[in-house]
């Protein structure tokens, strides 16, 4: 079983919750990966926010306002055309969904070499109390 499924299950959402966790895959091992994702947040004035995910304290929160300037109103615009959801409704939900998922990828409090994809699953598993 993928990543993707793996946590689908877990999140018992349906087809929605699912879409919107491999949307934030795609932002996560898109080009560049985890790492971009982190410089687009430093570059937005948000470092100490992303790097509160990444370590191993408390994860400090980040608005869907924040979110829609880090990712830029275009890629927010595409997720949600292809969940058929609102714009707002998808930053409001990855403003939720996003610290969790950065956090259960870097458990050691930093980002991890190789694969994320690969390495993800048993990772997210945590996430989602299961293992």
């Known amino acids: 079983m993928d990543i993707l499924n793996t946590v689908k299950s877990a999140l018992g959402g349906g087809d929605k919750q ?3 966790l491999s949307s934030v895959m795609g932002l996560i091992g898109g080009q560049g990966g985890l790492n971009n994702l982190i410089s687009q947040f430093g570059a ?5 926010v992303v790097g509160s995910w990444v ?4 994860n400090l929160p980040v ?3 924040q979110l829609k300037g880090v990712l830029g109103d ?4 595409n997720i949600a055309s292809k969940l058929g959801m609102d714009s707002n409704a998808v930053t409001s939900q990855l403003s939720n969904l996003l610290p969790d998922v950065v956090d259960k990828l870097t458990p050691d ?4 070499e190789g ?3 690969s390495k993800g699953m048993d990772l997210l598993g ?6």
């Open 18 to 20: 699912g879409d919107l």
């Open 44 to 48: 937005k004035g948000l470092g100490d």
């Open 55 to 58: 370590g191993t304290g408390k």
């Open 63 to 65: 608005s869907p306002d």
């Open 74 to 77: 275009d890629t927010v615009k």
């Open 109 to 112: 409090g930093k980002v991890p």
């Open 115 to 117: 694969d994320l994809m």
């Open 126 to 131: 945590g996430l989602f109390g299961k293992k």
